[in-house]
């Protein structure tokens, strides 16, 4: 198994563009999360889904797509980058209890560290 | 809404030393408590949990357990190696939603 898996690793922008990071996992997770990473922050939610077809806002969704038409992908859309969206950001991937509530282990991806100029 | 707060880093220690990295939350209910790792370039790794008053969890020689009356779940090592270096997070599960804080760096010397 890959695990959780994010491309790029590291991507540069110019304020207005837009981009997709892309995320993928392998073990039939239900549940699928986007966070960002922020000095002194931690990390925030940014968007999650509980199966395909299905998303929420987190606590910092402006700015940000998402979509779910696959169990398998997460893909995180900017629409227009702002240096704001500067961060590291981490997908990651759970399976979905009996109670409808995510499991106790969250497996992250490696990130990918965005730039926004 | 829920909340985690961790002491702030970072925390430099001697090989051996002995660990303590505070942690203390605020959520409605009964929250599951976690704490993660982030070893340098990499992402997160669940090091360990608890789901209910007085579980301790362990892992890799680190152990917490939850307290609910003092709301905290702190995190401990008997005695640190230079491969522990790395961030550490709190974390807390309400629902669908996991609540981070935001981390303390632990660097461990020869």
């Known amino acids: 198994n890959a695990g959780v898996t994010q491309t790029p690793k590291f991507q540069v922008l110019k304020t207005g563009q837009s981009m997709t990071l892309q995320c993928a996992q392998d073990?039939?997770?239900?549940?699928m999360s986007w966070y960002r990473q922020d000095p002194g922050m931690g990390l925030r939610l940014i968007h999650y889904?509980?199966?395909?077809?299905?998303?929420d806002q987190g606590e910092v969704p402006n700015g940000y797509n998402v979509s779910r038409s696959t169990t398998e992908d997460f893909p995180l859309r900017l629409l227009s980058a702002a240096p704001s969206q500067t961060s590291v950001y981490f997908c990651?991937?759970?399976?979905?209890?009996?109670?409808?509530?995510?499991?106790?282990?969250?497996?992250f991806g490696p990130g990918t560290r965005l730039t926004v100029l | 809404g829920d909340s985690v707060t961790q002491m702030e880093g970072p925390v430099t220690l001697s090989e051996e030393a002995f660990l303590t990295i505070n942690c203390t939350y605020t959520?409605?209910?009964?929250?599951?408590l976690f704490w993660y790792v982030q070893y340098p370039g990499e992402g997160l790794q669940l090091l360990l949990k608890a789901t209910k008053a007085d579980d301790k969890g362990s892992n890799k020689g680190f152990e917490a357990t939850y307290r609910k009356e003092t709301t905290s779940f702190h995190l401990e090592k008997g005695s640190v190696q230079v491969s522990d270096s790395a961030v550490y997070f709190c974390?807390?599960?309400?629902?669908?939603?996991?609540?981070f804080g935001t981390g303390t760096q632990l660097k461990v010397e020869l």
């Open positions: 974390a807390l599960r309400g629902g669908n939603k996991l609540t």
């Open positions: 073990m039939n997770h239900e549940y």
């Open positions: 990651a991937s759970s399976y979905h209890g009996t109670r409808g509530i995510q499991s106790d282990e969250q497996f």
């Open positions: 889904s509980v199966g395909a077809g299905i998303t």
């Open positions: 959520a409605t209910g009964y929250p599951s």
